[in-house]
């Protein structure tokens, strides 16, 4: 029965945001606001027919892992969910988690998942990490407000300042917020989202403001942005078509160099905003080592890189093979992709735009890289996978649910069998994970 108060203590860390625990009729209990170890008060706010759902109201007895952390917004703002947590508790729960995944979702024995499952990699660095943050605008008062997520996603939580975001730019979100909070008391922006993106080896800021088409005040935005900001790219990103299916209509330079560029695994990357990169530069080098090693590409060897992006593991399997056909089906990641390649001297790239399944490359492969969205394969792409000659398959995943499933597909369809799965923490303070699979052929 919802409304009514009951005393749980919490056992672990789900894949989200909530603690789990387990009522006195053996019932599942996932618990907002706690953390594993926790003993709580928490109030039934949804009570279905195998668990239930609360909000922790009182922390009874704290767990030892539990910490104080620098944001003053863990527990109101959606981007730091585990950031009461501490880092080794993290680490260890995403682990567990993906365990765990595979043996109810891959059916992989336990002694298989002893097996395969690596120790979860990670970097230096558990705050001020990412090299990217997003702004949600609301309305206050008949003004323009920015701010994120929060725990309940219909809110905006107002914020100045991110402990996620990249520590070399502690400024940079108060002053974005300031210059365009002041902007929407004179001018209609129509802003639907603003990306800030900061590299601290580059030194790169670039602000990009999502608008729909239309007229736009561009001189006087890049001017306040530039007075309080100083950032080396200020871009609007034009989009249209339905609420839920908004496309990116065009990329208009405002001020400074139009790109954003980072440095990453010994090359250049220049990235358009549109385009996907992952938050975590350093995290991101470690997936790429990952990935080499599990191939070991050779220089008279073919490589099929699908679902490659701007170019991540393109650029770097460029550099060791003798050739790599790249497929990406988004726009705007694809120009990045042949702008990257133009600037680190690679010409040894088939750059394919389209769908994954449909523009399987002719080439046959020698070893191959998937880094599939979140909803991860199709059957039809493990199907033309398996067709290949590859000897090694690399698969980088964002979600521990649908590689599960596709790795099942995988040792069903009898071509391919896991030897090492390696979770990588890309994001700290949240319940994300990364993970990258080495697939040998049988």
Not at 5 to 25: P, V
Request: proline share 6%; aromatic share 6%.
């Amino acid at each position: 029965m919802t409304g009514r108060n009951m005393k749980l203590t919490i056992e672990s860390m789900t894949y989200g945001a909530d603690g789990l625990a387990h009522a006195d009729n053996g019932k599942a209990v996932f618990v907002q606001g706690a953390v594993a170890g926790d003993t709580v008060e928490a109030e039934v706010v949804q009570d279905g027919k195998s668990f239930m759902r609360a909000r922790t109201t009182e922390i009874l007895e704290p767990s030892l892992d539990r910490i104080q952390p620098p944001c003053p917004f863990v527990g109101i703002c959606g981007g730091c969910s585990w950031g009461n947590l501490s880092r080794t508790a993290q680490l260890a729960a995403k682990e567990q988690n993906l365990r765990s995944t595979l043996e109810r979702i891959g059916k992989f024995a336990p002694e298989q998942v002893d097996e395969l499952v690596q120790p979860i990699c990670h970097t230096k660095d558990d705050w001020g990490y990412r090299n990217k943050i997003e702004l949600e605008p609301t309305v206050v008062n008949g003004r323009v407000r920015l701010g994120m997520h929060g725990v309940d996603p219909s809110k905006i939580v107002a914020v100045d300042s991110c402990p996620l975001f990249d520590k070399r730019f502690p400024k940079a979100l108060k002053s974005v917020v300031g210059a365009l909070n002041y902007l929407s008391g004179s001018h209609n922006l129509g802003l639907e989202r603003v990306g800030i993106r900061a590299s601290r080896r580059t030194k790169a800021l670039e602000v990009a403001l999502w608008t729909p088409t239309g007229s736009f005040p561009r001189s006087q935005v890049s001017r306040v942005l530039a007075d309080a900001a100083h950032p080396t790219s200020i871009v609007r990103v034009m989009s249209k078509g339905e609420k839920k299916a908004r496309r990116v209509s065009k990329v208009e330079m405002l001020a400074g160099e139009g790109s954003w560029t980072e440095n990453i695994a010994e090359g250049q990357m220049r990235l358009s905003a549109p385009s996907f990169f992952q938050v975590n530069t350093k995290g991101a080098e470690i997936l790429i080592e990952l990935v080499m090693e599990a191939l070991d590409p050779q220089e008279d060897e073919l490589a099929v890189d699908l679902y490659c992006g701007a170019g991540t593991f393109t650029l770097p399997l460029a550099r060791r093979c003798d050739f790599v056909a790249a497929v990406e089906a988004y726009g705007p990641a694809v120009r990045d992709l042949r702008r990257n390649l133009e600037i680190n001297k690679l010409d040894n790239v088939d750059v394919i735009g389209g769908d994954a399944v449909r523009e399987f490359p002719d080439q046959d492969a020698d070893v191959l890289v998937v880094d599939p969205p979140r909803a991860g394969l199709a059957p039809e792409a493990i199907d033309l996978i398996a067709s290949t000659s590859a000897h090694d398959v690399a698969y980088v995943s964002c979600d521990p649910a649908t590689l599960a499933r596709d790795l099942k597909r995988f040792v069903e369809e009898g071509t391919f069998s896991p030897v090492k799965i390696t979770p990588v923490d890309l994001f700290p303070q949240t319940f994300h994970c990364e993970t990258v699979v080495h697939l040998k052929r049988n």
